[in-house]
């Protein structure tokens, strides 16, 4: 154990020069925190089952007590009697040594129901002028733990798009396996301890706000990798992660397979310093051999360093995250970067609790076509809904100005209303779609930088520990430029149901 403390000392010493204040356990350190008198599962915000689905302001604070990697909770609890006992707690805790808690199997679960309208998907410019469409989604996963130290964790999918003009990939595959992988842990494996974990096969993976590496809970399949990753954790809230992978790709009515010519890698360190500072700093790895920009083409071999500066003071929260890219595609030189804020205020007296928020993004474009650089940012595995729900946009050659309002006019239910100004970085770079192809192109007869704003509405109703509805609506006003290239106004409308286990 004093190895593993001296460890950790130099880990955090190298992260943020010295020691840092520890805050209540986060249940995405591994072990999902509880209320020792009632039971409670205390799942902050950012970990939610939710936290994906906020697009214009931060999660509700009184979240949904599930996960956004459902592997990162924890049962033992339940070995003892708690007060309110859910009507699943039978299956969530099967105990399989009688004096030992922490040997024990739990089964879980999420169904979505949803519906899509889109007008002038991808601004119009390709596909029908309307495409409406049924998602549903059934994921069920087991957790076996056999020891304290070492789990299996699986989980299978069924992803079915009922109608549309397209049934991509990532919304269309009836029948897979969307995790499955081993955990052995040394050290203390509550939530205050130090320990490593060494994690091996298919798992997904979200770090820090999700800009650059996400689970993208929005599309039927969420996204996964395989490989290993290496997790060490102290006081419960110092962290750092180390993992090689090979994204997976999906496939329609066959199982999804690890992308060959992709392979990912990284290191993450997440620690608070203080009441008001959590610090994350972080190095990504990532090559594809099959890279496809405006002004180059071939084998990218990328590197990305990045810090984020984030917390809450008084009624103030922020959110600051620059990233610094390099490497190479074919024989040109990658220099790129961004840089995202996010600030709010919340009126915390009021009954409604509500938040003004802004946020600013900058993604770099290419600036000179036919040269020896490449200056388009790369998100790599972003959420979707970066911008909106609506999600026509990838944070590339992109800048925009997003302001929101927030509220809970009752205490289960989020109002959200948002108008987001876009421009692109420069007038020599296209706009992107979400998964990289070019929606529209750099140059037309009207090559000015603004794209369009957009309004958007949202309300989401947590009914209950379990289910969960939302609605969304986002409109769209394009410019002269999107005009000159073919496209128009977009709209979309969407309502889902998540009944989570």
């Known amino acids: 154990m004093q190895r593993i403390k001296s460890v950790f000392g130099v880990l955090g010493f190298l992260a943020l020069g010295g020691g840092g204040y520890i805050t209540t356990a986060q249940a995405n350190d591994g072990i999902t925190p509880i209320n020792p008198a009632t ?45 309110n006992r859910d009507f699943f707690d039978p299956v969530k805790y099967i105990s399989l040594d009688e004096n030992d808690p922490e040997r024990y199997l ?3 679960g999420e169904v979505r129901e949803r519906y899509e309208r889109f007008h002038n998907q991808n601004f119009g410019v390709r596909g029908p002028a309307s495409n409406d469409f049924g998602l549903q989604r059934i994921m069920v996963h087991a957790d076996l733990h056999l020891t304290s130290s070492f789990r299996i964790f699986a989980q299978g999918i069924s992803g079915v798009q009922f ?21 052995y842990t040394w050290g203390d494996n509550t939530p205050n301890g130090d320990r490593f974990t060494l994690r091996g096969g298919r798992f997904s993976m979200a770090y820090g706000s999700s800009r650059l590496v996400a689970t993208r809970a929005a599309t039927n399949i969420p996204l996964k990798f395989d490989g290993v990753q290496f997790i060490a954790s102290s006081g419960g809230n110092s962290k750092v992660y180390g993992f090689l992978t090979r994204p997976v790709e999906e496939q329609r009515y066959r199982p999804d397979r690890a992308n060959p010519e992709q392979l990912f890698g990284g290191l993450y360190i997440s620690k608070p310093v ?27 071999i990328r590197h990305s360093v990045g810090g984020r ?16 890219q390099w490497g190479k595609i074919a024989d040109k030189d990658i220099l790129a970067w961004t840089l995202a804020a996010d600030a709010g205020y919340t009126f915390k007296q009021h009954p409604w609790k509500p938040r003004l928020g802004v946020k600013f993004d900058v993604a770099s474009g290419d600036r000179n076509q036919g040269d020896d650089k490449v200056g388009t940012f790369n998100p790599l595995f972003f959420k979707a809904g970066y911008f909106n729900d609506a999600s026509l946009l990838r944070p590339a050659n992109i800048t925009d100005l997003h302001f929101s309002w927030q509220a809970q006019p009752l205490e289960n239910l989020t109002v959200t209303l948002g108008h987001d100004i876009i421009w692109r970085f420069s007038r020599n770079d296209a706009v992107y779609a979400t998964n990289g192809a ?48 073919g496209g128009a106004d977009v709209d979309y409308a969407a309502a889902w149901v998540s009944y989570l286990w």
């Open 39 to 83: 039971g409670q599962v205390l799942v902050p915000p950012a970990a939610s089952a939710l936290a994906e689905d906020a697009t214009a302001g931060k999660p509700n604070p009184k979240s949904v007590p599930y996960t956004l990697l459902r592997y990162n909770e924890r049962y033992s609890y339940l070995a003892n009697p708690v007060a």
């Open 106 to 108: 739990s089964f879980g």
């Open 163 to 183: 109608g549309g003009a397209n049934k991509a990939p990532v919304n269309q595959n009836p029948l897979d396996l969307q995790q499955a992988f081993a955990d």
């Open 274 to 300: 203080n009441s008001s500072l959590s610090i994350d700093a972080y190095y990504l790895g990532y090559r594809d051999e099959g890279a496809q920009f405006v002004d180059a083409s071939g084998t990218e």
């Open 309 to 324: 500066f984030f917390g809450k003071l008084d009624n103030w929260d922020y959110d600051l995250e620059p990233v610094f």
């Open 438 to 485: 070019i929606s529209l192109p750099a140059q037309t007869s009207n090559s000015s930088r603004y794209v369009g704003s957009t309004i958007e509405a949202a309300a989401q109703w947590k009914i209950n520990r379990h289910l969960v509805a939302t609605a969304s609506y986002v409109h769209m006003y394009t410019s002269d430029y999107v005009e000159s290239a």
